[in-house]
């Protein structure tokens, strides 16, 4: 299970990283997996019933790390929204646009999310999944950030063989380009919750001070004025996870609720 901190992380960077969490004998076997093809999964089937048992994918999903991540996260029985394999071939093509994996998002109080697994090393010249941190909470519609080609803090990712990679189902990302000689083989499946995402994880350290800390955190690319609504909406996300409707990080919420002709003098 997850802790207060790394949720909060999760909360205000988008994305969970577990390295090399995926023993070595499965990811050996892997490449052959994923060439073969992971049967298809029809929409909103229970992650318990998705995958045949033993297979490579149930195998994933119930490595004590990642499991106890996924219900950290969205709870137990999630559902599978989809899943694919993805694989960049070396020096292929062009890069894929930065965009969000859905059309616009409003859900205040939930979010989907997005395993990627790496089967082998990621290098820097393999054009690992790039991501810009903190990106989650701007509501954007699929590709309308497409026509940004860099932004200050996005990162690449560069990983050891095994790692997986949990993201927000609205963070801005792409897979670049594979400039190596090693095709790149990324697994993707989402996951949809079906319980409430309320204190689903280890809540022991709530009232741990790294919890604002991290609920704090600015990224580069953050415009000075507009980049306090993230920290805002985070703070409303926060609220929604923990259940805790006081809860708030500088007086960001508190301000913008104070409205006491309505009796709700904060």
Known sequence: MLTSVQVARFVASGSLRLDAV????????????????????????????????????????????????????????????????????????????????????????????????????????????????????RRTNETDTGRYQNLRGQTRLVCPAGTVVLLHHGIWHGGRRNDSDTPRYMFKIRLNPTVPQVRLWNTDDLGDPRVGDELRTVFDWYEPAAGRLEVHNRVLLWRALTGDDTFDVDHWVTRVNNRPALGSNA
């Open 22 to 137: 995926v023993p070595p004998g499965m990811n050996e076997q892997a490449v052959a997996v994923l060439d073969a093809g992971i049967p298809p999964v029809p929409y909103g089937t229970p992650l318990a019933e998705a995958f045949a048992p033993g297979s490579f994918a149930q195998r994933l999903t119930s490595l004590p790390a990642v499991a106890g991540a996924i219900r950290s996260l969205v709870g137990p029985g999630p559902t599978v929204d989809h899943h694919a394999v993805h694989v960049r071939e070396p020096h292929q093509g062009s890069a894929q646009p930065l965009h969000g994996d859905a059309i616009i998002d409003v859900r205040p109080d939930a979010f989907d999310i997005q395993l990627m697994y790496y089967p082998h090393e990621v290098t820097t010249d393999m054009g690992g999944t790039l991501s810009v941190p903190g990106s989650h909470l």
